[in-house]
Nanobody, 115 residues
Framework: QVQLVESGGGLVQPGGSLRLSCAASESIFMINVMGWYRQGPGKQRDSVAIITRGGDTNYADSVKGRFTISRDNAQNTVYLQMNSLKPEDTAVYYC?????????WGKGTLVTVSS
């Protein structure tokens, strides 16, 4: 069972940047897909960005050009670099891993974008 721990959330002003980290309890080398999801107040949980084992990425239209997902297999960590943050990016951000078809989730980290 993969355990995921997110970190890096916090309060940031509009236009600012944050980098989220997701540390896995085991090697992520064989995990096919890892990603970041978010759930804003009163909203459903939506995909933000995913990255495959081969390094292919996919982003939600709302974050394209602003967010970058990356993975460091040696550190068993996935990152989400978030730039040009907007108030509508405020949400709890969750890390996700799909291993052998089973999904695993972290507990989330809160990102608040406000002046």
């Amino acid at each position: 069972q993969v355990q995921l721990v997110e970190s890096g959330g916090g309060l940031v002003q509009p236009g600012g940047s944050l980098r989220l980290s997701c540390a896995a309890s085991e090697s992520i080398f064989m995990i096919n897909v890892m990603g970041w999801y978010r759930q804003g107040p009163g909203k459903q949980r939506d995909s933000v960005a995913i990255i495959t084992r081969g390094g292919d990425t996919n982003y939600a239209d709302s974050v394209k050009g602003r967010f970058t997902i990356s993975r460091d297999n040696a550190q068993n960590t996935v990152y989400l670099q978030m730039n040009s943050l907007k108030p509508e990016d405020t949400a709890v951000y969750y890390c996700n891993a799909i291993k052998y078809g089973s999904p695993y989730w972290g507990k989330g980290t809160l990102v608040t974008v406000s002046s």
